[in-house]
């Protein structure tokens, strides 16, 4: 079967650095997504990998190992405004999106 | 406005009734999807479409129908409504199956 796991909850303090991670299991693999989702609002687009390494886009970093089905979302400088869930999508062989059911991040001042 | 909408933001039904949630897109992307997004599950695909008057099941078909009929609106239609459809549904779209998706603002439907 086709499986996304993401830890449910973590807890971070505002100007600190999180890590969230994400493994995969899915019939296939084309690319991996990362989103953000505050509460009450739609997902909007982080990253995309493709290739194995980090992705850097600003206090956003993004890395894949393709061989390890393991990714995962840097966040640096912690904002209040980081406060929001994040989801791990991977896009399997027929290019449809597989979901993990997302990481809430909590922000501590 | 440009982007993608959803309507109606919110809905409460009954069993049984027949429901049809609206989007609306101005992008002209050719794909659309439609989600649902349920507690402790990731986002689910009910079914999408990949032009006009094309369309395909996702994960969680049963219970739902789409038509496709511009390329700018993909209806979701309940036929029956059930209490486990109670759920926020998500309308994408994306220029094509491998870039980004974006997301319309979401439904939040109640079946009592």
């Known amino acids: 079967g086709q499986n996304i796991d993401q830890p449910t909850e973590m807890t971070a303090t505002e100007g600190a650095i999180v890590q969230i991670n994400c493994t995969y299991q899915t019939s296939g693999f084309n690319g991996l997504f990362w989103y953000q989702q505050h509460a009450g609002e739609a997902p909007t687009f982080l990253s995309y990998?493709?290739l194995d390494g980090l992705e850097e886009k600003g206090r956003f970093s993004s890395f894949l190992s393709r061989s390890k089905g393991y990714s995962y979302l840097l966040l640096k400088e912690l904002q209040m405004k980081d406060s929001a869930s994040y989801l791990c999508?991977?896009?399997?062989?027929?290019?449809?999106?597989?979901w993990g059911a997302g990481t809430k991040l909590i922000i501590k001042p | 406005d440009a982007g993608i909408t959803q309507s109606p933001r919110y809905k409460i039904t009954e069993t049984g009734r027949q429901v049809t949630l609206m989007c609306h897109q101005t992008?002209?992307?050719?794909?659309m999807f439609w989600y649902r997004q349920d507690l402790g599950h990731g986002l689910r695909l009910i079914y999408y479409?990949?032009?006009?008057?094309?369309?395909d099941k996702g994960e969680v078909p049963d219970g739902y129908v789409v038509s496709r009929s511009k390329t700018e609106n993909f209806p979701l239609t309940l036929e029956s409504a059930t209490r486990s459809q109670t759920s926020v549904y998500f309308c994408a779209s994306s220029e094509d199956e491998v870039n980004e998706q974006f997301f319309g603002p979401g439904t939040r439907l109640t079946v009592l």
């Open positions: 992008w002209s992307h050719s794909y």
């Open positions: 999508a991977v896009e399997d062989s027929n290019y449809q999106l597989i």
């Open positions: 990998n493709v």
């Open positions: 479409s990949a032009a006009a008057d094309i369309t």
